[in-house]
């Protein structure tokens, strides 16, 4: 029988220059240093800079260490990647489920102490009568999973997992800023959920393999120093998930769930909050946004059938009718800074990055002053970017409002509170960003 040849040396040949060609084209593309992005569409995060150079970075290591995530991260043609790796991926079927919103470490919530009632105890005041319900928007039915993300009724979730010892760092930490400035200053603790927590019944995200995201945060808020003011807002938005308080195709919530946070927040503070009909409301990407589940969920047709629509109100002490007028401050990663607007009419972007209209998105430091008050009250937020669309509701409160992203910026909150003389501070972080350990550093860093 005669033997099976295999292929020529010059088919060889020509499979191996063509291979090296396109490893020099890649190599050659990843040096072009104009072309790197900035920002990240698809993961709605500003991407890695290039480190600053110092003598102790170069040498312990971290200097060539940051140029290589430097490297990695802004790769030219980044997001185009990403997308032509998501679409061949799609095309093998569903996957098994991938995680967005935290570690599914999935240990058991623990249950808050429980007072006993005391039998002796004097009876209060009749209590007042309770309100009317609001329409309820619960989602009772069970879906599936596209991807990493489970979707019902047109919607996308994502899941979490709750970690006991990801939530104790993350409350010592904290503790710590609290014993730093809390005789100076009034601090506020506000765990955001996401959206599987109030818009889904509980045996429909039990069926996604989801931790009690509700119950984790009042176990998170059982543990804070008495002296530190929990704002808890599960009620408020499940009293609420009839209305459009969370993106179908995004992991964030809207501006009006942040709204009702809001409230809550005046509630706790005690202040009276702004009414909705005393603000000026656009929109932006009417009916053309699609967010970060979008794109983990594959580019799901059920999701593209159900775009969302990104709402903005602007505060009431900026100007809403001049595009030109720059309210707020802000210094980017780099040291770069310039005025900004806090609601940006951003007609130019893709209808992915709409979110990107709120606050001047994820910076190290921002800041507006409102020129309607001379008292010389001041706040400062340390959030992530669920506080973006929390910020314009509480600049109309304040004389100076200070904003800073824990994840970007190197201060620690005691220096801040010092370098601006705020008198509230208040911490708003993604109940999945509390409770994993991506963070434990950091917010032990900025507690110190």
């Known amino acids: ?5 295999g292929p020529s040396r010059a088919v060889i040949g020509v499979k191996v220059i063509v291979f090296g060609s396109v490893l020099a084209a890649m190599c050659i593309l990843g040096l072009l240093v104009f072309l790197r992005p900035t920002v990240s569409v698809v993961e709605k995060r500003q991407l890695t800079a290039f480190p600053e150079f110092t003598w102790e970075g170069l040498w312990d290591g971290s200097f060539f260490s940051g140029i290589d995530a430097w490297y990695a991260d802004t790769y030219p043609m980044r997001e185009e990647l990403i997308d032509a790796q998501q679409s061949m991926e799609s095309r093998y079927g569903l996957r098994g489920t991938q995680l967005v919103g935290g570690s599914m470490t999935a240990d058991a919530v623990p249950v808050p102490g429980q007072e006993t009632a005391d039998p002796n105890a004097t009876p209060g005041p009749t209590p007042e009568p309770t309100p009317e319900p609001l329409p309820d928007g ?34 010592a930490a904290m503790n710590q800023v609290y014993q730093n400035i809390g005789d100076k200053v009034d601090m506020y603790v506000m765990n955001v959920p996401l959206s599987s927590a109030i818009m889904l019944d509980a045996d429909v995200w039990q069926d996604m393999g989801c931790s009690d995201e509700g119950a984790a945060i009042e176990y998170i808020n059982s543990q804070l120093d008495p002296g530190i003011h929990a704002v808890p807002i599960c009620d408020t938005l499940r009293e609420h998930n009839a209305e459009y308080v969370y993106f179908r195709t995004d992991h964030h919530w809207t501006q009006l769930g942040a709204y009702y946070a809001y409230r809550k927040f005046c509630e706790v503070k005690g202040i009276t909050p702004h009414e909705l009909d005393q603000f000026t409301m656009r929109e932006f990407g009417a009916g053309r946004y699609l967010g970060t589940y979008y794109t983990s969920a594959d580019r799901a047709p059920v999701l593209a059938m159900n775009p969302d629509t990104v709402q903005a109100w602007y505060p009431m002490c900026v100007n809403a009718n001049d595009s030109n007028d720059r309210d707020m401050h802000l210094v980017e990663s780099d040291g770069t800074e310039y005025d900004w607007r806090i609601i940006n009419d951003m007609y130019e972007m893709t ?5 990107f209209v709120f606050s001047g998105t994820d910076q190290p430091f921002c800041s507006l002053h409102n020129p309607d008050l001379h008292d010389g009250s001041a706040v400062m937020l340390v959030k992530d970017s669920f506080g ?61």
């Open 388 to 448: 973006n669309p929390f910020v314009p509701w509480l600049v109309d409160h304040y004389e100076y409002t200070y904003w800073v992203d824990y994840r970007y910026t190197e201060n620690t909150v005691s220096q801040m509170v010092q370098d601006y003389g705020v008198q509230d501070v208040i911490f708003e972080t993604a109940t999945f960003n509390a409770t994993d350990n991506m963070y434990n550093d950091t917010f032990r860093r900025i507690g110190s």
């Open 138 to 171: 619960t989602v009772h039915t069970p879906g599936e999973f596209y991807g990493s993300i489970y979707i019902t009724e047109g919607a996308a979730y994502g899941l979490y997992g709750f970690s006991q010892s990801n939530a104790d760092a993350y409350v």
């Open 1 to 5: 029988m005669k033997k099976k040849r």
């Open 351 to 355: 209808d992915g990055a709409w979110y």
